[in-house]
């Protein structure tokens, strides 16, 4: 099993760590995440979709022995990897073994997946 991680801000009608959702639980209802979805600047959400676009073609490229895995910055757990991995850009792609790949580029994070498989 090879593990994917992205670090990228993702909104928050989607899930966060768990330690967050329960903070957040009651505080936010299902209407206010959708009120706060359409909030957001369409850029943002081009990106997210961009993002589900490749997370689909990774998965239907390796198949299920790709795990992924998307951490929001913002997140406790988020921010921690930021530091931990000394992420600045988004999104990056954390490899196993800590290779990273920055940024919009498929043909170095299908390298760097392919070198994995072998």
């Not at 600047?41 to 998965?59: G, T």
């Not at 999104?91 to 919009?104: E, N, Q, S």
Request: net charge neutral; glycine share 6%; aromatic share 12%.
């Amino acid at each position: 099993m090879v593990q994917l991680q992205i670090l990228m801000p993702i909104p928050t009608t989607f899930r966060h760590c768990l330690a967050c959702e329960v903070l957040s639980a009651e505080a936010v209802g299902d209407q206010a995440r959708r009120e706060m979805l359409q909030e957001y600047p369409a850029e943002f959400l081009e990106e997210f979709n961009r993002l589900m676009d490749w997370i689909n073609k990774l998965v239907l490229r390796f198949g299920p022995t790709l795990q992924v895995r998307v951490v929001d910055p913002q997140s406790l757990e988020g921010f921690w990897k930021c530091l931990r991995h000394g992420v600045r850009r988004y999104p990056t792609f954390i490899l196993p073994g800590g290779r990273k790949v920055v940024g919009w580029d498929w043909d170095a994070l299908e390298q760097a997946l392919r070198a994995i498989y072998g």
